[in-house]
């Protein structure tokens, strides 16, 4: 009696990705900044449901990173006098026909902290008809007094 076997070979084909559209890149820009934190913003782009971003440091190290929906992105405790670059990237939603945006790179420096020179101030004496009067001469740089 001989044994009879069949193997069946099935044909294996891997699907192909779908081709996605990439969505639009956002375009940066520098918001404020402060000698400890700087605001970047960009523009909203359709299509995108979120968007990373990643702070450099002058040595090329990650600072900070995030994924946020917002068109913004600060960051504090940063060093005075200091150049960062941002790069930011948008999403489209999980699942959609597009794909993400090239990254956008943008820098931006931390303002200096300045040292002022205290004020020399001068006192006129009160009399019993005027109260005293403080007065100085403004300090280069200075933006107010207190």
């Known amino acids: 009696m001989t044994a009879l076997c069949l193997v069946a070979l099935a044909s294996c084909k891997e699907e192909e990705e779908p081709e996605l559209t990439p969505v639009g890149t956002p375009a940066a820009a520098l918001y404020s900044s402060t000698v400890s934190s700087l605001t970047f913003y960009w523009d909203k782009i359709e299509h995108a449901s979120q968007y990373a971003y990643e702070l450099y440091g002058p040595d090329e190290e990650m600072v900070n990173g995030g994924v946020t ?3 913004t992105a600060s960051f504090s405790g940063l060093k005075d006098n200091t150049t ?5 990237w948008a999403y489209s939603a999980y699942g959609s026909e597009y794909d993400k945006s090239e990254v956008v790179t943008i820098t931006a420096t931390t303002p200096a902290i300045v040292k002022l020179n205290a004020p020399v101030l001068s006192i006129e004496q ?3 008809a005027d109260p005293a009067t403080i007065s100085w001469e403004a300090v280069k740089d200075a933006e ?3």
């Open 69 to 71: 929906s917002a068109v």
């Open 84 to 88: 960062y670059t941002l790069k930011v």
């Open 126 to 128: 009160a009399t019993e």
């Open 144 to 146: 107010y007094y207190r």
